[in-house]
C-alpha cells in the first residue's frame, strides 16, 4: 500500500473525530426552494456527504413541499433545515442525521412578539399626518371615524381626543388589549372590536372616514384588496372618504413571481397600478390622490416625529423587498378616495 492510500485511511480516521451539528432557517418562499435546495447540498458536500441521487430527489422533494406548505399557511413561515451526527462516538462516519419542519406564525404571533421585545413605540410616537390633513379637510365636527388595524392607537387616541367618535378594528389580542386600556385611563369613549377586517361585515352608510393604515401590506391576494374596498366603499356615507397606505410598482414594473412571494415574506405585499384599478372598478369610489407616504410623512410630520420608527425608511420605500442604497421599483402610498 503506497502513502497515498494510507493518508486516505488516516482522513478516515480524522473524518470519525469530526462533528457537526447545527440548522439553517429559510424563509418559505416556493420560487426559491430549489435556491435553498443548492445551498443545502453545498453544505452537505463541505461536510463530505455525498448522498445518492434518490436521496437529494427525496431531499429535494421533501423541501419543496415543506416551503409550500409554510407558504401557503402564512408569509412569516419559516422552514428549518437541521442536521447532526446519528452516533457522536463515530463523528461524521456514518453520514448526518437530517430534520427539516416549518415553523408557522401568524401575524398575532409576530405583533406578540414585538411587543415582548422592542422598547418604546411600535408604530411611532405621532399620528400620521396624511391622517389629521384629511380629518381637518373634512371639517365636520365630530366625525365617525373606523380605524382598520388600530394597532395600540397611534391614530385612534389622538382622533377620539380630537371629540371624534371612533371606532377601532385590530386583529392582535395584544394590541387590542393596549388599546383599551389606553382608552380607559383617558376616559375616551372609542368602541374597540378584535376582528379580522376581511371576515367582518360593516355597518353600512355610517362612516364620515376610513383610515386603513399598514394593513393591505398584510394582505396575500388581490381578493382581499378588493372585499376591503368593497366593504368599506358600502359602509362610508355618500361623501365620505378611505384613507389606506398600499405599496403600489411604477407603471412599467412586471414583479415575478418570486418577488411577489417575497414582497409578502417582507410585510410589503404589492400591486401594480392597474390591479388597483381593477380592485376598483365598478364601485362607488373616486381616487382624489396617490402620494408617496414616505414624502408626506417626512415632510408634514413634526421632525421630532421623523421617521416614526427606524424601520419605516427602509420598509416605505420598498428596500425591504430591495435593499439597496438606490431607487426601488415599489413604495408605499397614500390612496385617498371619496364614496361618490
Known amino acids: 500500500m503506497n502513502i497515498s492510500s494510507y493518508e486516505k485511511l488516516a482522513l478516515t480516521k480524522v473524518k470519525s473525530l469530526t462533528a457537526a451539528r447545527g440548522e439553517l432557517v429559510f424563509p418559505c418562499v416556493p420560487h426559491l426552494a430549489d435556491h435553498f435546495f443548492q445551498q443545502i447540498q453545498n453544505l452537505l458536500l463541505a461536510l463530505g ?33 437541521q442536521y447532526e451526527p446519528p452516533d457522536p462516538t ?16 401568524t401575524i398575532e404571533d409576530k405583533y406578540t412578539r414585538w411587543v415582548q421585545t422592542r422598547q ?31 394597532g395600540t392607537g397611534r391614530n385612534t387616541l389622538p382622533l377620539a381626543r380630537l371629540g371624534h367618535q371612533v371606532t377601532a378594528i385590530e386583529l392582535a389580542p395584544v394590541f387590542v388589549a393596549k388599546l383599551q386600556e389606553s382608552a380607559q385611563a383617558e376616559g375616551l369613549g372609542i368602541e374597540v372590536q378584535q376582528a379580522d ?32 374596498l368593497e366593504n368599506s366603499s358600502q359602509a362610508l356615507k355618500v361623501g365620505g372618504k378611505i384613507l389606506f397606505s398600499a405599496f403600489l410598482t411604477v407603471d412599467n414594473f412586471v414583479p415575478t413571481a418570486m418577488v411577489r412571494e417575497v414582497a409578502e415574506v417582507a410585510w410589503s405585499f404589492l400591486v401594480t397600478p392597474g390591479e388597483l384599478q381593477e380592485c376598483l372598478a365598478g364601485l362607488p369610489l373616486a381616487i382624489e ?52
Open 197 to 228: 377586517i376581511l371576515k367582518t361585515t360593516l355597518p353600512a352608510n355610517t362612516y364620515d372616514l376610513i383610515i386603513v393604515v399598514e394593513v393591505i401590506s398584510h394582505f396575500r391576494s388581490l381578493n382581499q384588496v378588493r372585499h376591503l
Open 49 to 81: 456527504q455525498n448522498l445518492k441521487p434518490q436521496e437529494l430527489q427525496s431531499l429535494r422533494t421533501t423541501l419543496h413541499q415543506r416551503i409550500q406548505e409554510g407558504f401557503s399557511q402564512s408569509p412569516h413561515a419559516r422552514l428549518v433545515f
Open 90 to 105: 463515530v463523528g461524521l462516519t456514518n453520514g448526518l442525521r437530517i430534520r427539516m419542519n416549518t415553523q408557522i406564525l
Open 289 to 340: 390622490s396617490n402620494e408617496s407616504a414616505y414624502d408626506y410623512e417626512r415632510t408634514f410630520l413634526p421632525p421630532a416625529a421623523w421617521p416614526p420608527t427606524k424601520w419605516f425608511v427602509n420598509w416605505s420605500t420598498g428596500r425591504d423587498v430591495f435593499p439597496t442604497t438606490g431607487e426601488t421599483p415599489l413604495s408605499l402610498r397614500w390612496i385617498l378616495a371619496r364614496r361618490l
Open 120 to 150: 418604546g413605540p411600535l408604530f411611532g410616537s405621532h399620528p400620521d399626518a396624511k391622517v389629521m390633513a384629511v380629518v381637518q379637510e373634512l371639517g365636520q365636527q365630530p366625525l365617525r371615524i373606523l380605524d382598520v388595524g388600530a
